[in-house]
């Protein structure tokens, strides 16, 4: 459930959604050191999985769903993460719209953190220089 409003970025348990929050975000880790270990994973999981998104709406347009009909099963399912502090993943899966279209574990394949963090070392090797 959202616990306030900045600026019309949505916040939630205190976490600032956009890029306000991030570049806040980013410049305490810079702060800190960068050779400590980031806690993504920990911050993501504040979301029951709405990272994954974007991902669900495309596989469901690339399986011939509407792209209106698309952003509304995902955008059902997640409104029920904010308001209820539901499971996305669960959700989807228990949505029989979605299900038709997805299987079970084409939903899964969707909730890959690798994919988003796939190219992270080559990134930092290319900002920072390689060791």
């Not at 998104?53 to 469901?60: E, H, I, K, T």
């Not at 955008?75 to 669960?90: C, L, P």
């Not at 949505?95 to 990134?123: C, M, N, Q, W």
Request: neutral net charge; aromatic residues 8%; proline residues 3%.
């Amino acid at each position: 459930m959202p616990t306030g409003d900045i600026h019309g970025i949505p916040r939630r348990n205190g976490f600032r959604c956009g890029a306000q929050g991030a570049a806040h975000t980013s410049s305490r880790t810079t702060y800190q050191g960068l050779h400590q270990q980031l806690s993504l994973p920990d911050n993501l999981d504040k979301f029951s999985g709405l990272v994954h998104s974007q991902r669900v709406l495309l596989a469901l347009t690339q399986k011939g769903v509407s792209r209106e009909d698309s952003y509304r099963l995902v955008q059902r399912n997640a409104m029920k993460v904010w308001e209820q502090g539901a499971d996305f993943m669960a959700e989807l899966k228990a949505d029989p719209e979605v299900s038709a279209a997805l299987s079970d574990s084409e939903i899964e394949e969707k909730f890959d953190l690798g994919y988003h963090t796939r190219h992270v070392d080559t990134i930092f090797a290319r900002v920072f220089g390689e060791k």
